[in-house]
């Protein structure tokens, strides 16, 4: 599989050449457009990864090709972030009801944008792999991710939203290292302030719960966390 494509609709060259050069740097393929006809035709025909969005566009404006993008059955899945001036937020909410993914606001950080492109693309996979297994079963543990419930050999166990959602995540992508504060992304959205110690408590309390298949959650020393590979 190649690199994740974004397609970056932005009429003001600067940004554009700004988000090609970090996102490519980071090992993103970088598409442009410079308005929203080009936009909508792009996402259309390349099939991007992602779609950075700026709002202020000529032509067709950032949220009509938002309420577009997810009315087609070609796009709709596609993960949108919005990039926004200061005074947009009427349009940024109405963007969020239409099914945008984040949003950004100008002037930003390249690395605050490239974070937020990281997470939106590892949701969206999280995503995909709950639509193709709902249930997760590795040793004596299973994962419902329908009833929303765990159980460890036969027995249902009790465990909080966060918890469950952490859990989910890390098994759903096993021998994959996660950074902490990226892993708690999964858990409590990116848009909540944590320390990076918070993820270590609610780990303890996970491995707890599952008793003698604690060791299924592998310490990266330095790093984070990994879910231990389904063939162990």
């Known amino acids: 599989m190649g690199a994740p494509r974004i397609l970056v609709i932005e009429d003001e060259p600067d940004i554009v050449e700004v988000l090609t050069y970090n996102l490519t740097r980071e090992g993103y393929h970088v598409l442009s457009a410079k308005d929203g006809e080009e936009g909508l035709r792009k996402a259309r025909q390349e099939g991007p990864s992602l779609v950075l969005l700026d709002l202020m566009l000529p032509g067709i404006d950032g949220v ?23 005074g947009d937020e009427s349009d940024v909410v109405l963007g969020l009801g239409l099914g945008a993914d984040d949003y950004v606001k100008k002037p930003f950080s390249p ?19 709950d639509l193709k297994g709902e249930r997760l079963a ?3 543990l299973l994962i419902d991710q329908r009833r929303h419930e765990m159980r460890v050999d036969g027995k249902k166990i009790d465990l909080t939203p966060t918890e469950f ?27 909540t302030i944590v320390v990076d110690r918070s993820v270590d408590v609610h780990v303890n309390s ?24 389904r063939k162990g």
């Open 111 to 129: 690395k605050e944008v490239v974070a937020r492109v990281r997470a939106v693309l590892r949701r969206a996979v999280e995503r995909g792999a």
């Open 165 to 191: 959602r952490l859990l989910r995540a890390l098994a759903a992508r096993p021998g994959e290292v996660f950074e902490r504060q990226e892993l708690l992304g999964h858990a409590v959205g990116p848009d």
């Open 138 to 140: 590795v040793r004596g």
């Open 206 to 229: 996970i491995r707890k719960k599952l008793g003698k298949h604690r060791d299924l959650i592998q310490t990266v020393r330095g790093v984070g966390y990994r879910f231990a590979d």
């Open 64 to 86: 009509e090709i938002c309420r577009r993008l997810k009315a087609d059955r070609a796009t709709r899945a596609t993960p949108i972030i919005m990039v926004t001036a200061k």
